[in-house]
């Protein structure tokens, strides 16, 4: 099948689309990216994502509009992404959108009670005539799961080593890990679980820093000049999150913007000037990523694989590769996958088995009580042809 995979991540940097070629069936599924693309949010736009997802500043109004401007953002993402892959609508066969994450509700237990991700499907069926499956995550949080990191069961299907034990840590705006066994090891289990922060406290304070003129620390030019605050840091390790068992899941409610205005605050006052407080900062990410291998890993890791526009700063690259010795720190590209395109694949994935109507999680991996079929269905122009072509003999 030709399926289109969508994606806004908690940076909300713009629409990650792929365009998928997905065969067979687990466990020998096979996916493959045909072409891929960013389509950038409108100047703007990002802002107002943001200020809709605190609940100081989000008003219901604004979900409403946003709900549907996001329809059409995707829309207009996916047509182009078809019309560079020199396809037409009419020979796609799904999308697979997991929209943008507005809210992310973990009770104080660390349990997950609900989220919301937005961006209306039927707008995206309707623009483009093709299938769309959206909502992955409320499925698995109403059996008892964290509704994330949905990630996770893709790399139980295509990252496992032969035998070796890998670690896959996804560093987005929220750092997340999946422990895979080995294939010769038939009875252990994976975990996966959100580590903490990944980009999401460097890239506020960093906008708050600049008043809006970077929205990142680009080759970590300001962490390299900074020095770590080395009490600092062990203050902000002993957050309650780190220690909480997995599976556990945390997002921009928790490490949030009003968190990077107070950690500023906090730094200043301790003497840092702002190269030293995002020194400080990309030295947490790095230091709860290393902790929870510590405190977690169900074995020793041999390879850990780096995925997420993390793994483009140098300095937490550099810093994990010294933290997560013995282990050998590798990037996607080296085992021959797109990490910046990778989350688009996993949405084009879990559609294709929500499709066939398979699960796509594994209770090991989000703490449900069962495996479930994930996603709801918005039928598009080519809904009873895909029956037809799919599902009767």
Known sequence: MLIV????????????????????????????????????????????????????????????????????????????????????????????????????????????????????????????????????????????????????????????????????????????????PPLSDRTSQPKAFDTGPGNALIDSIMVQLTDGAEAYDRDAQLARRGRVDEEWLHHLLAHPYYALQPPKTTGRELFSQAMAAELIEEGQRRGNDPSSIVATITTLTAQTIADAYSRFAPAPVDEVILGGGGRHNPALADMLSGLLQPARVLTHEDIGMDSDNKEALVFAVLAHETWFNRPSTLPALTGADHPVVLGQITPGANYGDLIRRTWIP
């Open 5 to 180: 995979g969508l994606m806004s991540g908690t940076s909300v940097d713009g629409i990650d689309a792929a365009l998928c070629e997905i065969t067979g069936a687990p466990p020998h599924l096979e996916a493959r990216i045909v072409h891929a693309i960013t389509f950038p949010y409108p100047p703007g736009f990002q802002a107002r994502v943001l200020a809709a997802s605190q609940p100081e500043s989000g008003r219901v109004d604004e979900l409403c509009q946003l709900n549907f401007a996001l329809g059409e953002l995707f829309a207009r993402a996916t047509l182009r992404l078809i019309a560079e892959s020199n396809q037409t609508p009419a020979g796609i066969d799904l999308i697979g959108s997991h929209g943008q994450t507005f809210w992310h509700s973990v009770e104080a237990d660390g349990s997950v009670s609900a989220t919301l991700q937005l961006t209306e499907a039927a707008v995206l069926a309707e623009r483009t005539g093709i299938t769309t499956i959206s909502s992955f995550r409320p499925r698995d949080i109403a059996a008892g799961g964290q509704g994330a990191p949905l990630t996770a069961y893709i790399d139980w299907l295509l990252l496992r080593h032969p035998t070796k034990w890998r670690a896959v840590q996804n560093i987005g705006g929220i750092g997340n890990v999946t422990f895979l």
